[in-house]
């Protein structure tokens, strides 16, 4: 129309990419390296206050704005922030290592987790979108839609023999048309064996009208026994959008996976699947809203999750997981359409399932080695992640030894008289003073105490247990300050809060079966830890590093955990916590296509260890069954704490 | 239980393939080579009238019955009718060429076909079913379910990097339970490019408890506009054990593929969909019921059809099929359930689609083509199927150009007043006394008459026209026997038979309206191969071999198809007929994979020529508007027979 300048095209080269875009001048040059495919770490999303978006200017203009977060140097260098600058001619752009993605991505993590995260891979996300222009058909040249699709992306993106789900085809017709023979591909790749050097065959799972490639979201999820979370991931910038966490709906049908399964067998599996789809619809619901980002927009769901969890989820009957000898039905489930399980996701959404090595190392465990890292490293690792089940795995990047034990619900607040998951107003931190007694709590978020989670749980009993307020054997001592050790309807309880100090309107207590019980959970653990070393030839000692995930949430106290004798007593700077290491995994590998081939290799190293039956674990587990252990010579440093000669 | 004799077990050797089985004594010896995967020719199924299933016992007795189909000589070298033997000790048997079922299936094809069938191709179908012994798991080795079925599949029969179906695992757990971990897996290979020796990834679509290897049924399919055929091939045996066909259950919905996109514009393209689903349905229900085989015993779904049938059967809209420039949604339709499409087969069936390179030339014309073997020869080859449209292919090994007409339903017998399809008591054999112009008529069935099918058209005009009756304008002459040659309601017409002597209790009669009819269709055909040779620089005098296939059944006349000039004038011994070929190459790829490959190499090879906006086309559609042809020269042995000198 009249009056409406058709803008100037420019064109732009990244380096040390290669890639070259043509876009109108004065486009926004971090939307021009998204268009291009080249992927600038922009923490703040482009608002300029982060300063991670630094690209060099090497040849052509751009008009910028100066931020504080580039110095006159950097400035005079060529040096922009990509986000605050504008195309005004032809350019070469040059992306130094620091902005890309890749290294951004990994430093933020590592940062949350101690650095003990996975290295050395690359952005390149299993899921790819490509923008397509098509010529459209004339008589001369009047092949079919699909086959224009795929003849554009060979001569473009250089992709050949590409499988097509049926559903792409469906609507194809109309999405090419209505696109204006312009469309975006949505492309999958799943795992190869990295020796074999298989070739990886793309497939497409959607076509788009137009250029969508701004919309590029996957969910990467975690189904816990006891939760399950879920995040929003964007893949054009490499970063979580939205997190959210629900209680597991099959909660009433039993607290850990061996009561799940005999529920299942009662009354179908149907109403657990069922259970268990409608939560992960209420967090896809809560990520979305938070992130404000449409279902439709969404193209890939990852879900790690121990095996009973997954088998529910997908409808396999979990029957043999707990019946001897303990087989599950597939450690590769195929993927399958999300829809097809009643996920409320679009039909063309795969769900990626991480492969679990057996019937007690699932998929979370394979999730959580791969984001910590331990596959690719040398030192002797111990994994260890703590829920309603203990799963250890000890080996490094040459070899791996699993086990697995029930600890019950105790670490995640269950059985324990005023217990709660690590939610707003559970006692997080605790001390006690030496000679009063009296407490002094911590809660979350400081509010008004409502229960105790777990990590608080281990924290209180550690306490008491170094004030001698509770005995070796989890007794409490008598003829303490009655105003806190008093006898109450469940034997012996040490008073935390009073009725006008919480939320509940009533006392928070810790009684002498809370103790008990997180005695025969830790005692579990630590025997499994202990007995799995052994079966490798190696003892405690050896140990290089520690890796503990799990549901402790951010706050599980190392020191408190060696007190009771949950870890081994060695070196503390032998430690790392990863938090929940299965959604870190389904994280990671929906950023990178390295670490999705590293999951089906790390499930196929690892080697599982029968601990049900074995009689050195059961002896190790009654050994155990003392604050901290009835063998004080393996925690020399508790010893020492407690003013005790180690017996030997 | 006492009294019941144990069964003495025997092993069975099987020469050239060098394959054992342990059967028990006394097994049926054609039953043991199927249960060893041993492919023997056994064409009467087993009742020993054939003698194609002759082996020779190398070492061992067997106890057999000796038919006359045996020579003395045969019988003394220890030769034996695998179906007429039983084994009584362990053997050694030798299973000559002749009785390979490749061979035989091959020479039984060639038999019905005047011999110019695909050639060189193994009985290898893409469907496959492996027997495995699982060993059960223990607390040793508690692999998963499918992994147990995976290791034994790569050591048994070296099947490795196999992709699975998420269904075949929903039951895994309870299926290989039930076998008593003797399970037997079915495989499908897809095709791949021959030329880049990609390797094949076989998909796991079932896992049944047990040995079903005896139960390996598959449907081979041709959707075609008007009528539908589908046939039930064991696999074991591979031979078809029935065939049925139902008219298309669209047919009310209009008479071509352009009557039926349009009212698929009109009134959505479901209620298309479910006509023919509904067809497809009644099919498979007959053919069942005919050959006593179960639904889900069925393992495949092959079906060939044009492209405007298999987009409707799929869903896949097919409006942009009608407009210029005439574009199908895909040329490879992925493989889809065929469950998903309401078609009653199993949920592990898949619907494969021969791939279609056009609009107009479908998979049913690459069907037919790879059935004929036309891409394995080098003589220059006119290969034409006509139905409702009317398709055809120039070319060789080397290439191959495709075009195509619309031919009216006149060759189905549609749009004829007493037209019906070719089934019982439909006219198809034609003579008339050149003196009294009595008819004599044949019928299929040599039931009673009840109207006229494509075939029979076709002699009764050739017939009428040498005998002066109709003129080369297509109208009856005037003033001949009154009896025969008579004014009706729609003008001049010949009564082909009497109401006394029909089923439908009136005259059956050829009007000139019907004469019309065929003329158009006829003349399209032939004007379409006239251009399309025409646009390789060739002419119809250089055609070294003429394929026929189409709706015709198995009685076209070629001498009376050159009379009216639907076909070149040229040496009869050039030409061939394959009838329904698009059933041929359907029922062909099930039974090997080269074939399937070759399917897809043909589609690719076939380029395709537009004759709907080509004025070459045109001139020569009115030309051959008149009975031969309104050039002579071209026709010239029909010209001999007229006694008519060749205008030159």
């Not at 620091?98 to 933020?108: D, G, I, T, Y």
């Not at 023999?161 to 048309?177: C, E, I, Q």
């Not at 009063?436 to 550690?462: D, H, Q, V, W």
Request: aromatic share 6%; hydrophobic share 40%.
């Amino acid at each position: 129309m009249a009056g409406v300048a058709r803008k100037n095209l420019r064109k732009v080269s990244f380096e040390p990419d290669n890639v070259e875009v043509i876009v109108p001048e004065g486009t926004n040059l971090l939307e021009t390296a998204i268009k291009a495919g080249v992927r600038i770490s922009a923490s703040c999303g482009g608002a300029g206050v982060c300063g991670t978006c630094k690209v060099r200017v090497q040849k052509g203009e751009v008009e910028t704005k100066r931020t504080p977060k580039l110095s006159e140097e950097e400035f005079n260098r060529g040096t922009r922030q990509a986000c605050q600058s504008r195309v005004l001619t032809d350019l070469v752009i040059y992306v130094p290592v620091e902005s890309r993605l890749e290294k951004a991505v990994l430093n933020r993590e590592a940062k949350e987790a101690s650095e003990v995260l996975a290295g050395g891979w690359r952005f390149t996300p299993p899921l790819r979108k490509y923008y397509v222009e098509l010529s459209p058909p004339t008589l001369e040249d009047n092949i079919s839609d699909l086959s224009r699709v795929l003849r554009e992306l060979k001569r473009q993106y250089l992709l050949r023999d590409m499988t097509v789900d049926f559903d792409v085809v469906k609507n194809l017709a109309k999405v090419v048309r209505e696109g204006g023979w312009k469309v975006t591909v949505t492309t999958l790749v799943t795992a190869v064996k990295p020796s074999t050097q298989e070739k990886r065959r793309p497939r497409v799972i959607r076509v788009e009208p137009g250029d969508t490639r701004d919309k590029h979201y996957v969910l990467a999820f975690d189904i816990g026994t006891t939760t399950v979370w879920g995040q929003v991931l964007d893949l054009n910038r490499g970063k979580i959008i939205a997190t959210s966490v629900e209680f597991n709906g099959q909660i009433s049908y039993g607290q850990d996976v061996i009561s799940r399964i005999a529920y299942s067998q009662k009354h179908g599996l149907k109403k657990l699947q069922k259970a268990v789809i409608d939560t992960v619809n209420t967090v896809i619901g809560e990520v979305l809203a938070k992130s404000k980002v449409k279902a439709a927009d969404i193209s890939h769901l990852c879900i790690a999750g121990n095996t009973t969890m997954m088998q529910l989820l997908l409808g396999l009957d979990p029957r043999y997981i707990r019946l001897a000898p303990y087989t599950p039905v597939a450690n590769m489930v195929p993927p399958v359409k999300a829809k097809s399980l009643g996920i409320n996701l679009a039909e063309h959404v795969y769900l990626f399932s991480f492969p679990s090595p057996s019937s007690y190392v699932g998929g979370d465990i394979v999730s959580g080695v791969v984001g910590s890292g331990m596959h690719q490293r040398h030192e002797l690792t111990l994994f260890v992640d703590i829920g309603t089940n203990g799963e250890m795995v000890i080996g490094n990047s040459e070899w791996m030894v699993t086990a697995s034990c029930s600890a019950g619900p105790a670490f995640e607040g269950g059985g324990i008289k005023h217990g709660m998951v690590a939610t707003d107003g559970a006692i997080d931190d605790f001390t006690v003073d030496p000679k009063t007694l009296e407490p002094k709590i911590g809660t979350i978020n400081n509010s008004r105490p409502k229960g105790i989670c777990g990590s608080g749980l281990i924290k209180i009993i550690a306490g008491l247990f170094l004030a001698g307020v509770v005995e070796p054997n989890g007794k409490f001592r008598h003829g303490l300050n009655p105003d806190r050790v008093r006898e109450g309807t469940d034997g012996y309880e040490y008073v935390l809060a009073r009725a006008g100090e919480t939320q509940t309107g009533g006392d928070i207590v810790i009684t002498e079966v809370d103790i008990d019980n997180l005695i025969r959970a830790k005692a579990a653990i630590y025997a499994g830890c202990q007995t799995l070393v052994k079966s490798v030839g190696s003892s405690v000692a050896d140990i290089e590093r520690v890796i503990i995930a799990g549901a402790f949430g951010r706050h599980l106290d190392i020191e408190s955990a060696i007190t009771i004798g949950l870890f081994p007593d060695i070196d503390r700077r032998r430690y790392a916590y990863i938090g929940n290491g299965s959604l870190l995994g389904a994280r990671l590998v929906s950023f990178s296509t390295d670490l999705l081939d590293d999951a089906r290799k790390v499930a196929r190293m690892m080697t599982n260890f029968e601990l049900s039956e074995n009689t050195d674990f059961m002896n190790n587990y009654v050994a155990a069954m003392f604050l901290p252990h009835t063998n004080y010579a393996d925690f020399p440093e508790v010893a020492r704490k407690l003013g005790r000669g180690v017996r030997v």
